[in-house]
């Protein structure tokens, strides 16, 4: 299995300046986009207020499934699998409807990677539980059910990125995302009980066992 998070993840960055600032992409929500299904950002948009903001940080969104769907749109969700068999076609992204946006998920994640590579990425943020930028929780087919399941797992989008040697963080990672912000803010300190997604009490529960790491 395919996870985003690895211990090192942000021992490979460089060391940022104002005048050349760290490339992150970001998922478009979290930037504030209203590019959500229902149009709007989810309320995520101060999901990474004072980081963003930081002089030697420059973020760069972009939402695949608004590429891809448009907005408002239906909710996609993988079925059969996560973000790496959707691309070796071993499962499928339907809506609620069961209609297949498969082909559409793919563009998506594809046109992503080319906005990431075009501006010369260096990290990506991205939301995690989305079938698109999950990075380690996705959604085990529709969410908009009763009771919705969970599963380890990368979206559609996340997958490509992974493959191109893009690191990717979420929003949860509250611990990776506070050493972040340290390395660049020399006088931030970060919460010394801050845990990333994998080890909050929530994950632990819901997915017990073993953490795979890449």
């Known amino acids: 299995m395919l996870l985003a998070y ?3 993840l942000l021992d490979g960055l460089r060391e940022p300046t104002a005048a050349e600032p760290l490339r992150v992409l970001v998922s478009g929500c979290l930037a504030g986009r209203p590019c959500g299904v229902d149009g709007s950002d989810y309320g995520l948009g101060g999901a990474l207020t004072g980081l963003l903001e930081l002089p030697a940080l420059r973020a760069f969104p972009f939402c695949p499934e608004q590429h891809a769907l448009g907005t408002p749109r239906t909710t996609p969700d993988i079925h059969g699998g996560d973000g790496v068999d959707v691309i070796a076609g071993r499962a499928k992204v339907l809506d609620e409807h069961r209609v297949d946006l498969t082909a559409e998920m793919i563009d998506g994640a594809r046109a992503m990677l080319a906005f990431a590579k075009e501006h010369r990425v260096e990290l990506a943020i991205l939301t995690d539980m989305s079938a698109a930028c999950g ?31 893009v690191p990717v963080a979420s929003q949860r990672d509250l611990r ?39």
Do not use: M, N
């Open 6 to 8: 690895h211990a090192a």
């Open 135 to 165: 990075s380690q929780v996705i959604s085990d087919g529709c969410r908009l059910v009763k009771e919705r399941r969970f599963q380890k797992g990368v979206g559609v989008a996340t997958a490509l990125l992974l493959e191109a040697g």
């Open 176 to 214: 990776t995302l506070g050493l972040l912000r340290a390395r660049l803010d020399r006088g931030y300190i970060g919460a010394p009980d801050a845990r990333d997604h994998h080890e909050h009490p929530w994950t632990l529960e819901h997915l017990p066992g073993p953490h795979p790491r890449r």
